[in-house]
């Protein structure tokens, strides 16, 4: 079986288009996706949605190319189909069906034996939590249940990649924090990749160990958050009180890289033979009182606020 | 009570044929079809004019229930081609309704509820999924039209020495007649479901396509002197394509070719409808 190994690239777009009508959606995508879980940023309207109905086949690509799980979208959908889960951001299901009947139609749909499709339909639903409630007809769930309903629908052919787009829609913080819990259990079995479409960043924070930020139809970053959060362990946020506001230029002279400078809150991206003992010393010297200081890393909401300033910025 | 594992784990096991999952789409559609009452009495109604029609085969070949019943064999239906036409004919109205009632149930429940992302995601094309709903009403529409008269023919040719070898070709006649009736029925009635996308208006618009836009044309060809009603009145275009598959004289004005013609244009136009309907997404205005 042709299954890439796991540092081979999941998603790998080249100068990838895609146009709606006579607007273009998605411009000049070029990325190569490795990550177990792949989140998907962006604000509205920034082609997140469009991105992942054209790696399903939804939409036609215009421009250049994409390859999922080795395939080429274009030409080898019904290959990729069959490996791929998908669930979409909206309400989706088959009104009058209960849950098992609806969760094993899309598992036959997929290409699962009748009886295999039967019983994997039962494994998804009590994996989802709605074991109990699988005979009734999916229009009498809550949000929460058809929310997990469409991820137990997505699951039952046990995919080998999955779409979830928007996932935590509508649910409650309880019911949120389930469905987080869920798709990381997925990914950390390791035999399904993840991609995650959101604009809640803590839920891609939480789920995701690497970024595609989209803005206005093209890539504004990809970050491998992993490495990020290993390269900002030095990362110290101070809270000043007093001095002559002489403390940055200070610690930069040490060769501290000041993000962010204010009379009173510094961010400070310490090299590896500077210390906190150091900026003590400094403060000291400069009649500053530090009332705070944190280590904590980059958050993505840092990567993504950067990746959209740089986009407006570029020309 | 089964105990069913509660983690997720892969799939590495068989799968089913990739062009055969319009049968998956066929089977459940039938199913759904099959769960309602009304369907079932549908069914069960359609077969009486059946059983008339095997009574009377029947009848022909035994001169003793014919002397109990006090019949003559000239009083009786002649089983000939026009015998096994008005049987067609009939099993029309019962196929017409069927596919009206459960037509655009089988379709609309999946619009309603955006079911088509998750159908069209998985390895299944626009095609397959309209070719799997009408294979359902199509199962349906042929168990009261070219099933049934198949089996009269087979009831006659069993009880008439010699009859099949001279009317063998009732077997295409009756076929090819049946399924440009459950071609169109099916076709229309799911472009329209398509497009009103609400069960009750649906229906009420595929009863209404096949007479009242024919009245309309009547009434529009009063003022401009014309005869296009007629190639648009379902009955007569039946008819028109019938009478030489049956070898019977022709009996209404529109000829083969034009009733042949309005039936091509109408499937054209709905499975046209129908494949730009059914898709994935749709922008949200």
């Not at chain 2, 026009?82 to 609309?108: D, E, H, M, Y």
Request: hydrophobic share 50%; net charge positive; with cysteine.
């Amino acid at each position: 079986m042709d299954t890439p190994a796991i540092a081979d690239a999941v998603i790998t777009l080249q100068g990838f288009g895609v146009r709606l009508g006579k607007r273009w959606i998605l411009q000049e995508l070029n990325a190569e996706l490795k990550g177990r879980s792949i989140g998907l940023l962006g604000p509205n309207g920034a082609g997140k949605t469009t991105l992942i109905h054209t790696l399903l086949g939804f939409h036609k690509v215009d421009a250049g190319s994409a390859r999922m799980l080795g395939h080429d979208v274009a030409r080898e959908r019904r290959q990729l189909a069959a490996q791929v889960g998908y669930m979409p951001e909206r309400d989706a299901f088959v009104a009058g069906m209960t849950g098992i009947h609806f969760v094993r139609l899309m598992g036959e749909l997929a290409g699962l034996p009748p009886q295999v499709a039967l019983e994997r339909a039962h494994e998804a639903l009590f994996f989802v939590g709605l074991g109990e409630a699988r005979y009734r007809t999916v229009d009498t769930y809550s949000q929460g249940m058809k929310q997990m309903a469409k991820l137990a629908q997505a699951l039952v052919h046990g995919p080998r990649l999955l779409f979830l787009d928007e996932p935590t829609n509508g649910l409650d913080p309880g019911a949120r924090q389930r469905m987080l819990d869920l798709v990381k259990t997925i990914r950390d079995r390791g035999e399904t990749r993840i991609v995650l479409s959101s604009h809640l960043l803590k839920d891609v924070e939480t789920v995701c160990d690497e970024v595609v930020v989209l803005k206005a139809g093209r890539i504004a970053t990809v970050c491998d958050l992993e490495a990020e959060r290993r390269a900002n362990q030095s990362f110290l946020e101070l809270e000043l009180r007093g001095g002559n506001g002489h403390f940055a230029e200070a610690a930069a002279r040490l060769g501290c890289e000041c993000l962010v400078h204010n009379k009173r809150r510094l961010k400070l991206l310490l090299p590896p033979q500077v210390g906190v003992r150091d900026l003590y010393a400094i403060a000291a010297e400069q009649g500053v009182q530090i009332r705070r200081l944190q280590a904590r890393r980059d958050s993505l909401e840092d990567i993504f606020l950067k990746a959209m300033e740089e986009r407006d910025g570029s020309p | 009570m089964a105990v069913h594992s509660h983690v997720f784990h892969p799939y590495g096991g068989p799968r089913t044929a990739p062009r055969r999952r319009w049968m998956v789409i066929a089977r459940y559609a039938l199913g759904e079809a099959l769960s309602q009452k009304k369907t079932i009495a549908l069914l069960v109604v359609s077969a009486f004019p059946l059983l008339g029609g095997a009574v009377v085969i029947y009848l022909h070949h035994n001169l003793e229930a014919m002397k109990i019943l006090n019949l003559q064999v000239a009083q009786l239906l002649p089983i000939d081609a026009k015998f096994f036409f008005w049987i067609l004919s009939a099993q029309c109205w019962p196929a017409f309704l069927l596919t009206a009632s459960t037509g655009a149930r089988v379709l609309v429940n999946d619009f309603r509820d955006n079911a088509l992302p998750l159908y069209l995601s998985r390895p299944l094309t626009r095609v397959e999924y309209v070719l799997g709903k009408a294979a359902a009403l199509a199962t349906l529409t042929s168990l009261v039209t070219w099933v049934p008269s198949l089996l009269l023919i087979g009831l006659q040719a069993s009880l008439a020495e010699g009859w099949f070898a001279t009317h063998w070709w009732l077997v295409p006649a009756v076929f090819l007649g049946a399924w440009s009736a459950i071609a169109l029925f099916a076709l229309v009635c799911l472009a329209v479901a398509a497009v009103l996308r609400r069960r009750a208006v649906a229906e009420a618009a595929f009863v209404a396509m096949f007479f009242v836009v024919p009245m309309i044309a009547r009434i529009i060809d009063q003022f401009l002197h014309a005869r296009w009603w007629i190639r648009l009145f379902v009955p007569a275009i039946f008819e028109s394509l019938w009478t030489p598959l049956f070898r019977l004289p022709q009996s209404n004005e529109l000829s083969a070719g034009g009733a042949l013609i309005s039936l091509t244009v109408a499937l054209v136009l709905a499975a046209t409808i129908l494949l730009r309907r059914v898709k994935a997404w749709e922008v949200v205005r």
